[in-house]
């Protein structure tokens, strides 16, 4: 059984004193959540006043993008050690708007993702088709590459020990999420290709979570099925209350 794992991308949202004043508010609500892994994905800022104030509770936080590279002239970048530093345990990897604003590339989420892992950070390495992909039934043949390329070259441990969030990117701040029927589906194709390629034990504890339009309302329908292991949240996670009923309804006892 895999533990749930429900994080929050703030994106470019919450200066520190917000971010710091959101713990204050969020931590009372899921004190007694022992079951579900739960990370703060903050801007870089925000990183080191976020892990100070959940230095003593089981939220992890995670920056929303990292550097390959150990140090050097790569003006406007932050390295693993950086986010190690300050108490920074997981990186999202990946994530489409990277992919579709900056020109990130899978080779790049590929080198990102091995550092990572050498830093001692857990990747939450981001996949997903577009609407023209889906549409013209290329779904999993993207997904197969992305899984494939990204996550090329790494142990079956490593891989089991990572996270892979399937983000399609039309339902990304549409509203317009992906059916449970959908997700499950589009789940269950990556564990298998993890399968093919890294075993089945690998692919058995590899979390797979889902992200796009998660709500209160819809999080619960989509947990509970089999292959969807929790979920990355946008826009209902910038509230406490909803993101703690997010993570309430990920629960495995709730599921
Ligand atoms: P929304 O939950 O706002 O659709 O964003 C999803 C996402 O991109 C999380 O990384």
Redesign the pocket.
Known sequence: MRTPFVAA?W?MHKTVQEAVDYARSFLPLVETVSDVDIVLAPSFLALPALAEATAHSRIGVAAQNVSAEPHGAFTGEVSLGMLHAVGVTQV?IG???RRQLSGETDAGVNAKSRAAIDAGLTPIV?VGETLDERETDRTFDVLDRQVGKGLAGLTPEQVAALVV?Y?PVW????GRVATPDQADAVHRHIREHLTSHFGDTSASACRVIY????KPGNAAELMARADVDGA??????LDPVSFAAIVTASRPSTR
């Open positions: 991308n994106k999202i994530h489409s708007e981001c969030a983000e339902a990304i701040g549409t992200g796009g339009s998660v990355l949240v946008g826009g209902a996670s």
